[in-house]
């Protein structure tokens, strides 16, 4: 069958908790949704979800996995997750084994970051370095395709995925993301497939079953971030 695992990043406070007033750290200590989704789950027969804080708080010791200026993963933190995604992995598919962030090539440039730009109303003064993950190499093809409105029922183009093809590697991948894909897990992810799959798009049922259909992947991996889960209401 297909592997599937769904990734939740923690948000930036409850890897830095120490940091936070002492007001907001009790009001943590109150039940947190992801709790909800894997006492939930506890009682059946799905995998719990792969919740990378522990992770990120261990690797927040040495380095800085969260941009000051920004509530978004560095591509240091984003390491740190595309580790513990592959590892976790390693169970069904013995054969993979992370890449090490050595071997990408990298692009140095300034970030000016969400919190910033939006909640401080800082300019371009405070940016921050970003050392970006580009791709492994060449061999590495990549293309843009349009995927129709399933949901709806309509033909047209409702959300475009990217698509990676790497001759050097085994196994098909699709990967569901949001921004925090943007920030370096793109490139690591498909230097480890033969084939990735990215849609920005949180799939329900219609989505997943007609992605499946199309693409046929061999894991599947849903990543969101941990402010993006939601309460049956929603």
Known sequence: GIIYRFVIIPNKCNVY??????????????????EQL??????????????????LQSAA????????NDTHWTEAGSYVGYCEIINSLRSNVPDLIPIALTEFPRKRSLH??????????????NAVPRNQILALNDRIETSIEWLPDWENGENLP????????????????VVFYDSFGNYGL???MQ?????????????NEITLKAVIERFHPDIVIEE???SFLQTPDE
């Open 61 to 68: 010791k040495d380095e800085l996995v969260y941009f000051p």
């Open 186 to 188: 793109i490139p690591l």
């Open 191 to 203: 230097a480890s497939f033969q084939e990735t799959v990215f849609i920005q798009n949180r799939p």
């Open 38 to 55: 894997q006492t939930f789950l506890a009682g059946t027969a799905s995998p719990q979800p792969l919740y990378l804080q522990n992770a």
């Open 112 to 125: 000016h970051g969400d919190l910033s730009g939006k909640l401080l109303g800082l300019g371009k003064e």
């Open 17 to 34: 908790t120490e940091k936070m007033p002492r007001a907001l750290q009790e009001a943590e200590a109150d039940i947190k949704r992801i």
């Open 158 to 173: 409702a959300v475009y995925a990217i698509r990676s093809h790497n001759p050097d590697k085994k196994h098909h991948a």
């Open 224 to 226: 969101r971030k941990e």
